[in-house]
Nanobody
């Protein structure tokens, strides 16, 4: 399975953005899907994840209440709606997939990675 993230761009503080992660070469229905980000000068960090059937989500405290992850196994895609964006959300965002169930927040738990998409939030 290959993952392709898209939807990044340059926005202003308070704006919204929706990232997409499209899968090809296989189905994501059996995968927990996660989003990570790498802010300038920092390590890549966990943002959130969604269960295989979409029934549950889990978010880092830094984005809780502002970001929402959803998925469509029919469309073989995962989405991340980002609202009330702040300059501190500026980062390259990555989608990732794992077959390990449960709340997985470590990079090493995810086997499949998409290329990143840049999100820049200006003040």
């Amino acid at each position: 399975v290959q993952l392709q993230a898209s939807g990044g761009g340059l926005v202003q503080t308070g704006d919204s953005l929706r990232l997409s992660c499209a899968a090809s070469g296989g189905t994501i229905s059996g995968h927990v899907m996660g989003w990570f980000r790498q802010r300038p000068g920092k390590e890549r960090e966990f943002v959130g994840r969604i269960a295989r059937n979409g029934a549950s989500t889990y978010y880092d405290d830094s984005v809780k209440g502002r970001f929402t992850i959803s998925r469509s196994n029919l469309k073989n895609a995962v989405y991340q709606q980002m609202n009330s964006l702040k300059p501190d959300d500026t980062a390259v965002y990555y989608c990732a997939a794992t077959t390990i169930v449960g709340v997985r927040v470590r990079e090493s738990d995810y086997r499949l990675w998409g290329q990143g998409t840049q999100v820049t939030v200006s003040s």
